[in-house]
């Protein structure tokens, strides 16, 4: 979107949507209601921040959450221990002198 040149002059999208919208030339002429129309095609066109508010709300049940990273903890666990026993012990430089 253009903005307005010091000059006072439209950007082209602006004169391209009053022409979309068959606004007369004797309307175009009058810098009052020009001026309206600017703001009114100011506010369609705006691009809108979106604000953290307006993001989706997220229903979460923290108990489940809780839950199911105690069974990946106990999992992990587990295995951790199961690859102990699988795989021997490395001795140490210090026992094979």
């Not at 002429?29 to 001026?35: A, F, I, V």
């Not at 108990?63 to 990273?69: A, C, N, P, S």
């Not at 105690?70 to 999992?75: A, D, K, N």
Request: proline share 8%; no cysteine; aromatic share 6%.
């Amino acid at each position: 979107m253009s903005k307005i040149k010091p000059g006072g002059e439209f950007p082209p999208e602006f004169h391209e949507w009053l022409r979309a919208n068959k606004v007369p030339k004797r309307v175009r002429r009058d810098p009052e209601t020009l001026q309206q129309h600017f703001q009114e095609w100011k506010k369609i066109n705006t691009p809108r921040k979106r604000s953290l508010f307006g993001l989706p709300k997220i229903n979460l049940d923290l108990g489940t959450i809780v839950d199911q990273v105690r069974t990946v903890s106990e999992l992990l666990q587990t295995l951790h221990q199961a690859g102990a026993l699988i795989r021997p012990q490395k001795k140490n430089q210090d026992e094979l002198l």
